[in-house]
């Protein structure tokens, strides 16, 4: 069986598993998928053809293109994130220290700097260049699904299976707020807007549980009292 994915009137085929991950690279020439087949590939955008296979990772969970689109950033279900090389197809280093899956990876805007959640319910903040960790962001209840720096990257967005989406302090880890809403059980997509407006603004999208899905997207203003416009509420931590 082949698995592939689509844009516009190109398709993509070549995976043999199902495809978790898809990302652009930064002049959006390029795509990188990640799948359940074990392996990451890059495409070309145009002509749909397939530019290389990455090998290394058992179930690959979440990719990405870094922000100056040399390398790539991946999260497998063998617990470990992997840097690549674009060009070569090569593996850079191997970034270990969750203790289950890994489910989502970011980039800092400056490209220095990872983030990773875990289903050990916990985000981790990588060091690109030398694969260390740097500190691990703790608060969540379970799973951690989706995660996403701010367009400054001085704050982070993570998305769990605790229904709720936490706002983090990069330089020191600690918890900013709590976003709740109608996410129940949700495996959610989080994302900053570009805008620089407010202090925390967000979209998010997800998948919940009975089937229901939740809106596909909303701002967050996290002024005081400022709420989800959706309903959602937002709890300071202390």
Partial sequence: MRVGFAFGDVGLAGHSGWIYS?????????????????TLKLWDV????????????????????????????????????????????????????????VEAVAFSPDGRTALSGSRDDTLKLWDIATGEEIRTFQGHRNSVWSVAFSPDGRTALSGSNDQTLKLWDVGTGKQIRTLTGPFELCQCGCLFSESQSYPSPVTLGGRCGGGRRSPSAFSSRARSGGGNGLGGRSSQSQ
Avoid at 26 to 33: H, N, T, V
């Fill in 46 to 101: 145009a002509s749909g053809k397939q530019i290389r296979t990455l090998t290394g990772h058992s179930g690959v969970k979440s990719v990405r293109f870094s922000p100056e689109g040399q390398t790539v950033l991946s999260g497998s279900d063998d617990q470990t994130l992997k840097l690549w090389d674009v060009t070569t197809g090569q593996e850079i280093r191997t970034f270990t220290g969750h203790s289950d899956l």
């Fill in 22 to 38: 898809v990302s652009f690279s930064p002049d959006g020439r390029m795509a990188l998928s990640g799948s359940l087949d074990h």
